[in-house]
């Protein structure tokens, strides 16, 4: 007795049939056979035989006659019967007597079973089953559908046939059958792969590499996508004649034979690294000591950094720790040229590198992780993981236990690895110059590079550090020895032409390498690594970067924290992002190009931040002298003086950077302002040099803009600043045209004031007086009590170098009844300074003392060095007209630093002839 499915519905009895009456009994019986010993509600089977929407007027009684009549038809044939239970209608036969199942069962038989020969024969039983189209003419929606699952197990089945057979070498037998097949299924990349394959092992690689271009094109023609993994990598195994894809010899015996020992050998030139090296070896120690340390090691750095270099040479130089074997592949996760290795054909290599019988693995992808990772549980292996795209890239390569170091590099974080997987990082920067000129010199020799050691030192600092552009300078080197390396050097310095210098083919080319990295990213995070190459300075901040981008500050946060992960930007302190100079020559010239409106944004976010801090130390200056932000700006506004002073700190690199790209582009009221707004800090800094260096630039704005008030407060500003830099008579010319171009009263008034303090400083205190009594009679006909302020204490000061100290004494006194009136804090602690210059000048040491540490008390909690530095100095001499000749020392010290920190060399100079003087105790 056999009930047969795999072809015309037919029911055979002892060399006979039993006849079957209408497409509705075979119907009924196909459901049944299907589903046979398992009980069909009544309603369920109605539907599966006439379908929903062929369903009999009364579906009931049509369903008790069928069933009636297929009793009557298989009454017959022993051993079978339809019978009623409470859950529907049940078939109970012997499941071998129905082809299906006996087809099922071989081919799961075949999967399973140890040895080549076997399973072939196996699949060969089961196939031989098939006698045409399941349920042949048979059409309902349920058996149709239970067809196409059928014919897709006869199709994997056939496929499975064919890989053991090409396993036992017999590809020249099937070729024929392949090409046909491939033929008629053309979209089948599987079939595809195996017909490949059989061409190439008969010699015939053009036709096979021919036959995956068509396939390549049908997909792309049918259903818009590329060949998959699997097919691409047999292409490329193909294309480069991989040994790995001759016909295997079947004589091993299952089980590993051998211990794997697949690194590659280190790199020859490798140098430097030595604490990356040593965190690693430290990791890896730490790790075997204790049990439930995760034995992951990732090393994660941008792309040309070194990351497998340093994994190679580490491997090589410890490969004794690990005897049971060395288990190594190039994952290619941000490869163009060749594609994505697929983790099931790396996996598929290891299996390979064990020896493990190609009839002992089994074809199903989670079976054979399973067997890989028993394979390696237990054994001290190390596996190196290279080029990994991202986490998910290697789930199934991972071991099951920790007894296997796994070394794994990416140019991505892999936070997952590290949170599920208790994965430790490594991450790796560019190099350090001494480590950057030590590569060059092993490539080159040290002889070479003492030669021209401008040029070398130049050749260098335009690699930046990165190991592959230093690679591939010296492969320059290397092909034209005869080349000097200033010419080199000379192709580099051009940052335009930078990275083309360093274009060697697409295999070795920065530029290509950093575009694999960007290509992974999205649209908001290309337009944010681009932009990145814009800014000014040497990091910005997330407030910055919002403005670049015109983007809300929680997106561009999370667009920072993606190409952070990405390894192509560094925060290298909270907050700040910064980018390698190749990566930003890279961004600015591939991604972002010039973008005025978004270098006006991020201009306009540093001039009117600045404002806001500048408020913070100036809270009574002038008011803001230009126009408000453009559209789309972050501004950070500082909360007190101190977060301001730590804010100018922190930007003061970018602010000047502004200023210069500001000038490039002709934007001449942001260089003015830029000016403006920088001066407050720079005072409080005592970097006065900087301060003439930016309103160079401002003044010449002022003059394009026609502006003469901004001409005349740049011109007084460019004098101070000369003045107390010891330049008086340039200073004073600057202030002399200040005083002539002065328009209003209150402008009249500050260059007086300013040309006080250069006559006085020039020596001639007779004119300083007369200058600071006019600037402080103007002063007090605007009623401006800050500056009145001021020039009280210019009066007195230079008056106490006259030696009238009761003139000095009263108007000091009088303006430090303003000060404390008002609450002018800096100029209360001047004014203090002052009145002790009058006390000690007049010979009252102890109040000189009291005044002089109320002000360095004062300058301290305002955060002004300059001013403290100049009063320390004072005090000093106090301390030591006092007897305390220790004290004196220990506030000249502080005073030194203070001045050498401000680069105020002419002061500096002096306190150390005095020092020198008296020893320095």
């Not at 009623?84 to 082809?99: K, P």
């Not at 002018?824 to 210059?837: H, I, K, V």
Request: glycine letters at 8%.
């Amino acid at each position: 007795m056999e009930f047969c499915l795999l072809g015309p519905i037919e029911v055979r009895v002892d060399g006979g049939s039993v006849a079957l009456r209408g497409a509705r009994q075979q119907c009924l019986l196909a459901v049944l056979l299907v589903e046979a010993n398992r009980s069909i509600p009544a309603d369920q089977l109605v539907e599966r035989v006439w379908g929903t929407d062929r369903l009999p007027e009364r579906p009931a009684n049509a369903l008790q006659t069928q069933l009636t009549l297929l009793r009557r038809a298989l009454a017959p044939v022993n051993g079978v019967s339809i019978k009623w239970q409470s859950t529907g209608y049940r078939l109970a036969v012997d499941a071998d007597t129905i082809d299906l199942r006996r087809f099922q069962n071989l081919i799961n038989q075949a999967r399973t079973v140890g040895g080549t020969d076997h399973a072939v024969g196996l699949f060969e039983q089961a196939l031989a089953l098939w006698s045409g189209e399941p349920f042949a003419t048979l059409d309902t929606p349920w058996l149709n559908r239970v067809r196409a699952m059928i014919e897709a197990e006869y199709l994997a089945a056939q496929c499975d046939l064919v890989d053991l057979k090409l396993k036992q070498g017999r590809h020249g037998e099937l070729l024929p059958e392949l090409m046909i097949r491939a033929d008629q299924h053309p979209l089948d990349e599987r079939q595809t792969g195996q017909l490949m394959l059989a061409l190439y092992r008969c010699g015939r690689q053009a036709d096979a590499l021919d036959r995956y271009r068509q396939a390549q094109e049908r997909l792309a023609e049918e259903l818009g996508v590329d060949p998959g993994p699997q097919l691409q990598e047999t292409y490329h195994r193909i294309l480069s004649a991989d040994p790995c894809l001759l016909s295997p010899v079947e004589n091993k015996p299952a089980g590993v034979v051998s211990v794997p020992r697949q690194l590659p050998p280190p790199l020859w030139s490798f140098t430097g690294r030595t604490r990356e090296l040593d965190d690693l070896s430290e990791m890896v120690d730490r790790q075997s000591r204790s049990e439930q340390a995760a034995s992951i090691f990732v090393l994660v750095g941008p792309g040309g950094v070194g990351k497998t270099s340093l994994a190679l040479h580490w491997a090589n130089r410890h490969a004794q720790r690990f005897p049971d074997g060395l288990l190594f592949a190039n994952l290619r996760g941000f490869d163009e040229t060749e594609g994505t290795a697929s983790p099931e054909s790396v996996l598929r290599g290891f299996l390979d590198a064990f020896g493990v019988n190609s009839t002992a693995i089994p074809a199903d992808h989670t079976a054979q992780v399973g067997l890989y990772r028993s394979l390696v549980a237990g054994r001290r292996m190390l596996i190196v993981l290279d080029n990994v795209a991202d986490g998910a890239h290697i789930t199934g390569l991972l071991p099951g236990d920790n007894s296997c170091t796994v070394l794994v590099t990416s140019r991505n974080w892999l936070g997952g690895l590290v949170v599920t997987n208790g994965a430790q990082r490594i991450t790796l920067d560019v190099l350090p110059p001494a480590e950057a000129r030590g590569l060059l010199t092993a490539r080159l020799g040290a002889e070479r590079l003492e030669r021209e050691p401008e040029a070398a030192a130049e050749l260098v600092r335009h690699c930046a550090g990165l190991p592959l552009a230093l690679s591939i300078v010296a492969g320059r080197v290397v092909s034209h020895p005869e080349f000097p390396l200033a010419l080199l050097a000379a192709e580099l310095r051009d940052a335009t032409t930078r990275l083309s210098a360093l274009d060697e083919d697409e295999a070795t080319s920065v530029r290509a390498v950093m575009s694999w990295s960007v290509s992974a990213l999205t649209a908001d995070q290309r337009q944010v690594f681009g932009l990145l190459g814009l800014m000014t300075g040497p990091d910005i901040g997330r407030p910055g970067v919002a403005s670049l981008a015109a983007m809300a500050p929680g997106k561009t946060g999370e667009v920072l924290r993606a190409l952070e992960r990405a390894s192509l930007v560094q925060q290298p302190v909270p907050g700040r992002f910064a980018l390698h100079d190749l990566v930003r020559l890279y961004a600015h010239d591939e991604v972002a190009g010039t973008q005025p409106d978004a270098q006006r944004r991020l201009i306009h976010h540093y001039l009117h931040s600045a404002y806001a801090a500048e408020r913070r130390l100036r809270p009574l200056g002038s008011p803001r002298e230009f126009d408000g932000p453009a559209d789309g700006v972050q501004l950070t506004a500082p909360a007190d003086r101190k977060a301001a002073v730590e804010w100018f700190t922190v930007e003061y690199p970018c602010l000047l950077a502004a200023q210069q790209l500001a000038g490039r582009r002709d934007w001449h009221a942001e260089v003015w302002g830029l000016a403006w707004v920088i001066t407050a800090f720079q005072w409080l800094q005592g970097n006065l040099r900087d301060n003439v260096e930016v309103w160079l630039p401002g003044l010449r704005a002022a003059g394009l803009l026609g502006d003469t008030a901004k001409q005349t407060l740049a011109n007084r500003r460019l004098g101070r600043a000369h003045v107390w830099l010891g330049q008086i008579p340039v200073g004073t010319a600057y202030l002399e045209q200040a005083l002539a171009e002065a328009e209003e009263i209150v402008d009249q008034a500050r260059a007086h004031h300013a040309l006080a303090w250069a006559h006085g400083l020039g020596g001639a205190a007779e004119p300083a007086v007369e200058h600071a009594t006019t600037g402080l009679r103007l002063f007090r006909s605007v009623r401006n009590s800050l500056r009145e302020v001021n020039s009280l204490n210019a009066v007195g000061w230079w008056s106490a170098k006259l030696g009238r100290y009761a003139e000095a004494r009263s108007a000091c006194a009088e303006a430090l009844e303003l000060c404390r009136r008002h609450g002018y804090a800096d100029a209360e602690g001047d004014t203090l300074d002052s009145l002790g210059l009058i006390a000690q000048l007049s010979g009252r040491h102890d109040e000189a003392r009291e005044h002089y540490r109320d002000a360095v008390s004062l300058f301290r909690e305002l955060d002004n060095p300059y001013q403290e530095a100049s009063t320390l100095d004072r005090l000093g001499h106090v301390q030591l007209a006092l007897g305390d000749r220790e004290t004196a020392h220990a506030f000249w010290r502080q005073a030194l630093e203070l001045y050498r920190s401000q680069h105020r060399e002419q002061e500096a100079e002096q306190l150390e002839a005095v020092l020198a003087g008296e020893g320095t105790g």
